[in-house]
């Protein structure tokens, strides 16, 4: 069962004999390198920044700001409590309440 395998693997494991052996660990390392650096500055440190970014936007909620949950629901604040906001959704006094965690963003006021 073993056998298959290797045989399939015998090109790769080839590739990796053939030359002059002068790029040692260097040459190994670097591409790895390279793709760690790639993955913190393009994905894992904007992610970071995104995230500041709106604990920051949920920290400085107040009452009568217009907001939009993950789910897409618009509406007011009406009241802030330590983890959930009362918003009202509609403009016959309709109020839901939500986490803080789920407010997506501020709603423009162009509305």
């Known amino acids: 069962m073993l056998s298959p395998l290797l045989s399939a693997l015998d090109p790769i494991l080839l590739v990796g004999q053939s030359g ?4 040692g660990i260097v040459g190994l390392l670097f591409p790895l390198v390279l793709i760690i650096g790639f ?3 393009f994905i894992y440190r904007p992610q970071q920044k995104r ?7 949920v920290e400085n909620l107040e009452q009568g700001d217009k907001i939009v949950t993950v789910g897409g629901v618009h509406g007011t604040i009406q009241k802030i409590d330590e983890d ?4 009202q959704v ?4 309709t109020r839901l309440r939500f986490n803080k965690d789920s407010i997506a963003s501020l709603a423009n006021d162009e509305e």
């Open 39 to 41: 993955f913190y500055f």
């Open 90 to 93: 509609n403009s016959k006094g």
């Open 51 to 57: 995230e500041e970014e709106h604990q920051e936007m």
């Open 84 to 87: 959930s906001v009362l918003a």
């Open 20 to 23: 002059s052996g002068s790029g």
